[in-house]
C-alpha cells in the first residue's frame, strides 16, 4: 500500500509516501504469511510532524528512500531517523542526508515491489524516479507533475534540456498501457491514465 502521509498538511512540504506491502489498493495489506515487505518512507517532507503519521500505520520503519534532496523533502529527515533508527538510500552519498548509494539502474524493495532507480537529473543533479514494472508504479519525485507540470529548473543544479531527456528517458522506459499510478513530489496523485500526464510534460517542457 502507498500512502501520502502529506495529504492536507499546510505547509510547504513535499509528499511523504509510507510504502509498505503491495503496491495496489486492490491488494491484501499483508501477504498470506503475513508479510507486509519492507517498510519504506519515500521522501520524508518537512515542516510539518510525520512522524505520528507513520505510527498510525505501521510500527516500525526499514528504510528512508529520497528522490532527492532538496530541503522540503528532506527536513523531516533527522527526525525520522533518530525516531526509526533508520538508514536513508539516494543517488549521492556525497549528500549529507544519504547514507547507501542506488546507482542508476540499481533496485530498491519498496513495500513487497522491487523498484529500478532512474537518475534523472534536471531539476537537482540527484534526482531519482523509482519505477516497478511489475506493479505499474512510478514514483516520479519532481520531475513530473500532475496536468503536464514538470520540475522547475531556475534552482541551483537545474538544467532544462538535462530535466527533458530525462522525461524522455522516463517514457521510454515505462510500460504505458501498464502504468497504474504516478505518485508525485507535490501535488496529487496520478491515478487514471498516468501515462497521458508523463507524455504532457515532455511536451511541455519543450514549450514553456
Known sequence: MIHNLAAGVQAFTSNAFLVSGPASADSPATTDDGDAGRRVLV????????????????????????????????????AVCDAFG???WGFDTSQPSVDNEIPDGGSVELGLGDYEALH????????????????????????????????RTDLEEGDRDALIRSIDRVRDRVDGDGLRELHVGHG?????????????????????
Open 86 to 88: 533508520v538508514e536513508t
Open 120 to 151: 534523472t537529473p534536471g531539476h537537482k543533479n540527484d534526482h531519482l524516479c523509482l519505477y516497478d514494472e511489475d506493479a505499474g508504479v512510478l514514483f516520479a519525485g519532481d520531475l513530473i507533475f500532475q496536468n503536464g507540470g514538470f520540475g
Open 188 to 208: 496529487p496523485s496520478v491515478l487514471d491514465s498516468p501515462f497521458d500526464h508523463v507524455e504532457l510534460a515532455g511536451r511541455a517542457a519543450r514549450t514553456r
Open 43 to 78: 521522501d520524508t517532507g518537512s515542516n510539518f510532524d510525520v512522524l505520528p503519521l507513520v505510527r498510525e500505520r505501521v510500527d516500525d520503519l526499514d528504510a528512508v528512500v529520497l528522490t532527492h534532496t532538496h530541503h522540503d523533502h528532506v527536513g523531516n529527515l533527522e
